[in-house]
């Protein structure tokens, strides 16, 4: 998907090409097979430097991140492939290089899944017009990349050096190409392997008896990644996708002991299916769905996700976040991704979502504040808390307050705020008593450019023994604002605050009387102020 196409609902059935689209203007650099060349090659490359001179000229804008990523040239759209090679986090995405702004796989990577480290472009386009989405399969020996040409069909690439730069295309044409009259779209693909068979999906609709779009992914396989055999639709029982959902960006994985399909609808944005994989029919049977985020996906909603496998029963998954301000409003970048988030299984239809990767090494200047009671309906403003690249942690006994809100990025007179309001025993409750989680920028910002968007409502299961407390877990960084209830669900919103002073933090409990177990905020260190590629020269 481009930048272009995320206002809209994209056109699947693109018109069979025949061309072969021009190699990408971009330079293109082949790299040596041991880290200690590769380092060494990196360190004096021009697109790294390039990169280098351009997140330093990025450094002041207002909006632009410090502990979250973003391209460092230019704007970018969906994560792909993100994957763990050799001791190594890996995240691709649709990057637009200014001298051939057609999408290329972009590529950082991390020892922590949070400090990035910019490397050149990894996939470029041709046969291929546009290096669309997809994901990536680690092998012993390799790492196999399966993306959307756009143009041509689903393409397969492949790459075993240490740090994933030298990536060479299994054939010079589409594996899986677009042709007319087929029984399935051509789109977003993701691969795994089973036995003696690769398996892919592509995603894309259905069209219902009245015209309506569904969702769907179609399944395939192969033994040798170039030549596949369509085998029939995959996902069965699927009672929880919208109807004018597609599935694009699929990816489909083992989570505890049920699998995981996460994909992206451009009509609701990101979702998910929770279900059992029935291996002798290659089928995948719904039991349960949810979503990642809760309103449309535009403006500065989340959009896509790339996910993989942590090693330990659970799957890590990032998005990218839409924007909600014209990109020449910010200096020609925009869109970011979200924090890294560990998905588990609590039961069989509640999962565990929490921030991951090594978020303890960015705190500094921690602040606390411990049993702070709050009168009902009476703001408390945090005088001495007060940042927008901050980390907060509030534990609260609500006991029977009717709601809490905790107000960031707070204008001294409350021009300005971004909120986030915690409603108990006020979810959906479908398996489980649940809660709701309100996270709300309509006064994030004064600019005329902004564009709010309808509050973000999403269930909160609860407990067993519910205790009246409830954790919120934040995270501030200059126009994202990201929220992890409980440990069990989260939201974000894209925000744009025109005051300088918009740096304040508040709450209140209405109805009621609670307090404020604790409160531990802490500033946030700037992961691109010292990339150095050589820290992975020990590995």
């Known amino acids: ?44 490359n021009p697109i790294v430097r390039r990169f280098a001179k351009s997140r330093k000229r990025y450094a002041k804008n207002k909006y632009r991140p410090i502990y979250h990523f973003v391209s460092p040239e230019s704007t970018m759209n969906d994560p792909n492939g993100l994957c763990y090679w050799q001791g190594r986090w890996h995240l691709f995405y649709q990057g637009y290089p200014p001298e051939d702004t057609r999408v290329h796989w972009g590529h950082a990577v991390s020892d922590d899944l949070i400090h990035w480290i910019d490397l050149p472009y990894a996939i470029y386009p041709s046969p291929e017009q546009r290096c ?63 036995g003696r068979f690769y398996y892919a999906l592509s995603g894309g609709y259905k069209t219902g008896l009245k015209g309506e779009r569904l969702r769907e992914q179609w399944l395939f396989r192969s033994k040798d990644l170039v030549h596949w055999e369509y085998l029939h639709p995959f996902v069965e029982n699927d009672r929880f996708s919208l109807v004018g959902d597609d599935g694009a960006c699929p990816y489909f994985w083992s989570i505890g002991d049920r699998h995981i399909l996460l994909y992206f609808s451009h009509y609701s944005g990101g979702k998910y299916l929770l279900g059992d994989y029935d291996k002798k029919r290659n089928k995948f049977i719904a039991d349960f769905g949810g979503t990642f985020n809760h309103r449309a996906v535009t403006p500065g909603g989340v959009h896509a996700p790339s996910a993989t496998p942590d090693g330990k029963g659970g799957v890590i998954v990032l998005f990218n976040m839409n924007p909600a301000i014209p990109t020449d409003k910010v200096g020609g970048w925009n869109q970011l991704m979200t924090l890294p988030r560990r998905l588990t299984l609590i039961d069989k239809h509640t999962l565990k979502i929490e921030p ?184």
Request: glycine share 4%; with cysteine; net charge positive.
């Open 356 to 539: 991951a990767g090594d978020i303890n090494s960015l705190r500094e200047h921690h602040q606390q504040v411990k049993n702070l009671k709050l009168p009902a309906n009476k703001e408390v403003v945090l005088k001495n808390i007060k940042g927008n690249a901050m980390e907060l942690v509030a534990e609260i006994a609500y006991n029977n307050a009717n709601v809490i809100e905790l107000n960031v990025l707070r204008s001294p007179d409350k021009q300005e705020f971004t909120r986030i309001a915690f409603y108990p025993n006020r979810g959906y409750g479908r398996f489980v008593r649940s809660d709701a989680i309100v996270l709300d920028n309509s006064c994030s910002s004064i600019s005329p450019d902004v564009l709010s968007r309808p509050p973000e409502i999403a269930d909160v299961p609860q407990d067993e023994n519910n205790n009246h407390k409830c954790k919120l877990h934040v995270f501030i960084d200059k126009s994202i604002v990201e929220v992890f209830v409980n440990d069990k669900q989260c939201a974000a919103v894209r925000v744009y605050p025109a005051r300088d002073d918009s740096v304040g933090v508040s709450i209140c409990s209405y109805g009621k009387p609670a307090v404020v177990k604790s409160l531990d905020a802490w500033q946030m260190k700037n992961i691109y102020e010292k990339q150095d590629i050589t820290q992975f020269i020990s590995r």
């Open 1 to 44: 998907m481009s930048s272009k196409d995320i206002f809209r609902f994209p056109d699947y059935q693109i018109t069979v090409q025949t061309k072969v689209y021009p190699e990408s203007k971009v330079p293109k650099f082949a790299f040596s097979d041991t880290i200690e060349e590769q380092i060494r090659e990196l360190k004096s």
């Open 132 to 194: 669309f989405s997809g994901t990536t399969l680690v092998e012993d020996d390799r790492v196999i990349a399966m993306y959307h040409g756009y143009g041509i069909g689903n393409m397969v690439a492949v790459c075993d050096d240490p740090l994933l730069l030298n990536w060479k295309k299994v054939a010079k044409k589409a594996v899986i190409p677009i042709k007319r009259n087929l029984p399935y779209i051509v789109f977003d693909p993701c691969i795994w392997k089973k």
